[in-house]
């Protein structure tokens, strides 16, 4: 029995994941159990699949191949299954501002409600930031080069991929 995916301790922010492999004996019955759900794989020559619905958080995944002479052979998989948009807060500005200043910090705060690792970027005039994510906190100084309205867009994005995005205009 090999499983090719899903890979062991990932993280998806698809319920929906397919569950592949190889088994060594075409005539091999392939199980796949997920909480009280077992399902039999399909099997297409030496290659199975099966797909099966993630719930929220970790899902443990067993695989089990059968021959005719009932001997098995049994994997596990672990996937991380987040739901969950980060969140997302600029608290500075707290809200769309005028100035005449030539520069600005914008401050926020970010997180995962599952505690998946996040990153933050910041979008203005063309250029990127990505400020370090501290403690759950973040700030850029950006320049003003030069007078106009600037739309300064912060995107939380989790490892899932997921993301949150809130503007400030300035």
Do not use: C, H, W
Not at 3 to 32: E, H, I, M, Q, R
Not at 49 to 55: D, M, P
């Amino acid at each position: 029995l090999k499983v090719t995916a899903p890979a062991d301790n990932s993280k998806t922010g698809t319920s929906l994941t397919d569950v592949k492999g190889t088994v060594d004996d075409v005539n091999a019955t392939v199980t796949v159990k997920l909480g009280n759900s077992t399902q039999t794989a399909l099997l297409t020559g030496n290659n199975f699949q099966a797909s099966v619905i993630l719930a929220p958080k970790v899902n443990t995944i067993e695989i089990t191949a059968t021959d005719l002479a009932t001997n098995t052979s049994s994997q596990k998989r672990t996937v991380f299954y987040d739901d969950q948009k980060p969140s997302l807060a600029i608290t500075n500005p707290n809200q769309d501002i005028r100035t005449n200043k030539s520069t600005l910090t914008i401050r926020g705060t970010a997180s995962d409600p599952y505690g998946l690792a996040v990153t933050v970027s910041l979008d203005m005039d063309g250029q990127t930031y990505t400020p370090a994510l501290v403690n759950g906190q973040f700030e850029q100084v950006v320049t003003f080069t030069t007078q106009k309205s600037y739309a300064i867009v912060a995107t939380a994005t989790n490892e899932v991929k997921a993301s949150t995005s809130a503007q400030r205009n300035v």
